[in-house]
């Protein structure tokens, strides 16, 4: 019976452990060039295998491309839109009849943002917009894809060292936050937020290099000498930021999605390719350690890297754009990373594979030894 026991509670903690993973996406812009096609996008994701897409410019073409795959899709609504949605139920509706209605659910829309960084002028049409989609969902039968908004780490949060004296922003907590967070909880919908470490390394001085790259090192590290709790990468910090805010504003059970993160390899200071990869190698090893942040043990419920195409070379010239893409322009490889979360899952198998034989061998034993002692 102890065997048996040790059994189910193996086999428990390793379903446990691989679900609380978070979710590794990517951000894609389109059209960035037109070579760049539909299902060829499709595909280049799948190879990365990557199962989230985050479209901030959701093209029907695009949405198409992944049906019946098992990637899902968070879209965005264009902050233009805002106001007329606002006002008008129909209008959400119209853009619901022409971006998912015919996809789903065969292209798998788990999300949609309306808005992204809408906090200055168009503030106060954010909530009543928010609530007309999610209402046009409702009035079309659909129930399982979530409402929300996103916004900027630097506009959101006050400080974001210590992370535990970290709040939203006034006038926004009132105006926005404060509505928009008993929506969320009454929807079991996600807070999104662009989250770039780099941003804040570039404009303090005082944050280490390695501290922002997730680097090893015996003194990489910051104390929140308010709580204790130490941070040994800029990303939990800031994270970390967010859900001190949360936590304040009576909403500290909500789950975070980081919409956007990066580093770039070009145009900026210390973007150099190197960096870059540096920073998403560190990335992704943290969040397959599934170690969480020193205040919530799931961290972000899901992350978008930003971003999955490098612009081209002549929009880099004559704009100034940084390279933010995982991959070149013309969609060759950039970096060696692998995306996936079978390194850490498959090793876990193993492991338990080995456990299960064990245990396996020892009811045997012990049923063997039960049948002789009763001579059956």
């Known amino acids: 019976m102890n065997v048996l026991f040790c059994f189910i509670a193996l086999n428990f903690l390793f379903y446990s452990n691989v679900a609380s993973l978070p979710v590794i996406g990517v951000t894609y812009n389109a059209p960035p060039h037109p070579s760049q096609s539909a299902d060829r996008i499709a595909s280049a994701i799948s190879a990365l ?9 959701p093209d029907p073409k695009l949405i198409r491309s992944f049906s019946f795959s098992n990637t899902s899709l968070l879209l965005s609504i264009p902050n233009i839109l805002l106001p007329p949605l606002a006002a008008n139920r129909s209008l959400a509706l119209r853009w619901l009849y022409g971006h998912l209605l015919p996809f789903y659910p065969r292209s798998k829309i788990s999300l949609i943002s309306v808005g992204n ?12 917009a928010i609530r007309n989609v999610h209402l046009a969902l409702r ?14 780490f630097p506009t959101l949060v006050t400080t974001p060292f210590p992370p535990s004296s970290a709040t939203f922003c006034e006038p926004l907590d009132e105006l926005v936050i404060t509505p928009l967070l008993q929506f969320l909880e009454e929807t079991n919908s996600s807070f999104l937020v662009n989250l770039y470490p780099y941003d804040l390394y570039r404009i ?35 994270l970390d930021a967010v859900i001190t805010s949360l936590a304040v504003a009576g909403h500290e059970n909500i ?40 205040l919530r043990k799931e961290g972000a419920q899901e992350v978008y890297i ?15 754009v ?14 060696k990373i692998d995306f996936s979360s079978s390194s850490k ?32």
């Open 117 to 128: 960084d809408a906090v200055t002028h168009l503030s106060q049409f954010l909530v009543p």
């Open 306 to 320: 930003y971003e999955l195409v490098d612009k081209e070379e002549e929009e880099e010239k004559q704009h100034g």
């Open 345 to 376: 899952i498959g090793a876990s198998i193993e492991i338990l594979v080995g456990i299960w034989l064990a245990l396996i061998g020892l009811l045997f034993h012990q049923l063997s030894s039960f049948l002789l002692e009763n001579k059956l």
């Open 204 to 238: 303090n001085s005082q944050i280490p290099l390695v501290f922002a790259l997730f680097q090893d090192h015996p003194f990489n590290f910051r104390d929140d000498w308010v709580t204790g709790v130490r941070y040994r990468n800029l990303f939990d910090m800031m």
């Open 322 to 335: 940084p390279k933010w893409g995982i991959l070149h322009a013309n969609m060759s490889t950039k970096y």
């Open 49 to 57: 295998r990557l199962h989230s897409v985050r479209l901030p410019n």
């Open 139 to 152: 009035d079309l039968g659909i129930k399982k894809v979530s409402v929300s908004t996103t916004f900027s």
């Open 255 to 294: 789950p975070v999605i980081v919409t956007e993160t990066g580093w770039p390899s070009s145009g900026e200071v210390d973007a150099t390719p190197v960096l870059a990869e540096m920073y998403i190698k560190g990335l992704i090893s943290h969040l397959k350690s599934g170690l969480g942040t020193p």
